[in-house]
C-alpha cells in the first residue's frame, strides 16, 4: 500500500475554497484543519465529543486528552492544539452552541457522530471533489508529520 498524499499549501487552499461553497462548510473546514494542525487520526476526530475539547466555561482546550477508545493502539493520548485551531473550534462551537459535554464534536447531517469508517469516506470525496488527485483521509495526518519533520522537529 502506498503513502497518503502529502498536501502541497496550493492543495490545502484549494480544497478549503471548495469547501467553503458546500454545505455544512464550518463544520467540514474546521474537521480538515483539526487533521492539518493537530495530526490527529481520522478516528480520532470522528471519535471527539464537545467535551474533549471543551473548558467548563466554554473556551476551547489548549491540548486535549484522548482516551484509548479514541486511539489507534488503544493508550491514552495528548494532542496540543495550536492557537489557530483553537480559534476555529471556538468559532464552530459558538455557531453550535452545544452544551453537552456528552455531545460527539462532529456530526453528519442526520445529527448522528461520524464512524472512523464514514469520516474517512467524506474526506475522500471532499478532496476529490476539490480536484485533489490522490488524496485520502491520511493525507491531512501526512501533511502535519511532514510539515513538522521539515522544521527539524519530532513528532
Do not use: C
Not at 93 to 99: A, F, G, K, N, P
Amino acid at each position: 500500500m502506498s503513502q497518503a498524499k502529502t498536501l502541497t499549501q496550493d492543495e490545502i487552499v484549494q480544497v478549503l475554497e471548495f469547501i467553503a461553497t458546500r454545505r455544512f462548510a464550518l463544520r467540514n473546514r474546521v474537521m480538515l484543519l483539526t487533521g492539518l494542525w493537530s495530526g490527529m487520526r481520522v478516528g480520532s476526530i470522528a471519535a471527539l465529543l464537545v467535551g474533549d475539547v471543551l473548558n467548563d466555561d466554554g473556551t476551547v482546550k489548549a491540548e486535549v486528552r484522548l482516551r484509548g477508545t479514541q486511539i489507534k493502539g488503544g493508550k491514552p493520548q495528548t494532542v496540543f492544539l495550536p492557537q489557530k485551531l483553537q480559534v476555529e473550534l471556538q468559532r464552530y462551537m459558538d455557531i453550535r452552541r452545544v452544551t453537552d459535554m456528552t455531545h460527539p464534536l462532529f456530526v453528519t447531517a442526520g445529527a448522528k457522530a461520524f464512524s472512523a469508517n464514514v469520516l474517512a469516506q467524506h474526506f475522500y470525496w471532499l478532496y476529490k471533489k476539490a480536484g485533489i488527485a490522490g488524496a485520502s483521509s491520511h493525507s491531512s495526518r501526512r501533511t502535519f508529520i511532514t510539515t513538522l519533520a521539515a522544521k527539524g522537529i519530532s513528532v
